[in-house]
């Protein structure tokens, strides 16, 4: 099958496209050559999730081949976010591959989190077995909406944490924990009376009690997404990350990339998706001719290759204000809703284009539209994004018409 993977920068102008560009490659061939096997592997959870001994395995795989985290260097340093696009879109191409990389969320996320943030004993203790990949983890922020609890608006947090001697006390319900089960490293957020703050803990924890694991949709990441019930959580004072009240600022240090590195990896799943679909189509013959000289077929690839590239300059243009230092709170919105929305259109003509074929697991063009759908409503619904980006509108008209 062709490699039809195309390079999201636009320039040269970062410093490290060199050794991204190489990392990217290894990453790749690895992705193709070694994790594309193992989607037809059996080993799978209830929820059809791949379990943790598969993954542990393609890590050690990973770690052979010297591609296990590979954007986070041994000496402790970090791709740029431009550098990072190139790495996670090729990890991305199959839906193992990030998983089998330790690119995935919501690992991915937490790494970036705690080697920013993370005080020394925190990166020792938490941090490391993360990015050896010997530990998953989870970031416990999401309530249950029937209980009134936090979802895309934190400030209705109501799991809170008071002070009791050198530890901090815990209780409150969380919802949607990917990962939860089966996670070694948790980052709670809770309401303390100087305002949200996060800890680190160890898990599993007997103050921890994971209530279910509902199916969805998707199914690409161990472990599920709990619904938990946090009951007297003890946790030293030295696992809070930074100070109390520290959280909403430190969750905006985590989630602009954080979004942005879901459309790097669901790119990549589209980008495969697209190649199977369009090789599918070059070979199918129906009416006398092939399917892809039959123009109702043959315009949607073209359509295809519009969102593909727009996708790309987006990630790439979000990743460069990320690189200037900047929150990139704005941006990561924008281009959270326009290459979910597009990657949507592209999974949705990858299926109709190869018919039946396209609904069967024979392929996993049906399981890529199933998670771009999820992807749709988790870091945030498209609308949400939108509605924030409408009260900065807002706010930007009435600062420039006084």
């Not at 990890?91 to 993370?118: I, R, W």
């Not at 409150?172 to 070694?184: D, E, L, S, V």
Request: aromatic content about 6%.
């Amino acid at each position: 099958m062709t490699n039809t993977t195309m390079d999201p920068i636009t320039d040269d102008s970062f410093p490290d496209r060199a050794r991204a560009e190489e990392i990217a490659e290894k990453v790749e061939r690895f992705v193709r050559d070694v994790v594309i096997p193992y989607e037809s592997d059996p080993r799978r959870d209830h929820h059809d999730c791949p379990t943790d001994e598969l993954t542990q395995e393609m890590r050690a795989k990973a770690r052979e081949a010297g591609v296990l985290t590979p954007h986070i260097f041994p000496e402790g340093g970090h791709l740029s976010q431009r550098g990072t696009a190139m790495v996670l879109i090729r990890s991305g191409l199959s839906p193992l591959g990030p998983l089998a990389c330790n690119t995935a969320a919501p690992d991915e996320g937490n790494m970036f989190l705690l080697g920013k943030m993370g005080s020394d004993l925190i990166k020792e203790r938490f941090l490391k077995p993360i990015v050896a990949g010997e530990k998953r983890s989870a970031f416990f922020m999401t309530e249950p909406s029937q209980e009134g609890g936090a979802g895309s608006d934190p400030s209705m947090m109501m799991t809170e944490c008071h002070k009791d001697g050198d530890e901090w006390v815990i209780n409150g319900r969380k919802a949607f924990i990917t990962g939860a089960q089966g996670a070694g490293v948790g980052i709670i957020m809770a309401k303390a009376p100087e305002g949200a703050s996060m800890f680190l803990v160890d898990l599993p924890n007997p103050a921890i009690q994971i209530d279910n694991v509902p199916n969805t949709m998707d199914s690409s990441m161990p472990g599920g997404h709990a619904t938990l019930t946090i009951k007297n959580l003890r946790v030293p004072e030295e696992q809070m990350l930074g100070a109390a009240g520290d959280g909403f600022r430190y969750a905006q240090v985590r989630l602009a990339p954080a979004r942005l590195s879901h459309c790097m990896r669901w790119l990549g799943a589209c980008i495969r998706a697209n190649e199977i679909a369009t090789d599918y189509v070059n070979r199918r013959m129906a009416f006398g001719k092939q399917l892809i000289d039959h123009e109702g077929v043959g315009f949607m690839l073209a359509e295809n290759k519009i969102d593909l590239q727009q996708c790309q300059l987006m990630i790439d243009w979000c990743a460069s204000v990320l690189d200037r230092g900047e929150q990139g709170g704005t941006e990561s919105s924008m281009a959270k809703v326009a290459v979910s929305e597009a990657l949507m259109r592209i999974a949705d003509r990858c299926v109709q284009v190869m018919g039946g074929n396209g609904l069967t697991e024979h392929t996993i063009v049906e399981q890529v539209f199933r998670e771009i759908r999820a992807f749709r409503v988790y870091d945030g619904p498209t609308e949400v994004h939108k509605w924030s980006l409408a009260k900065k509108i807002k706010r930007d008209w009435k600062r420039d018409n006084g």
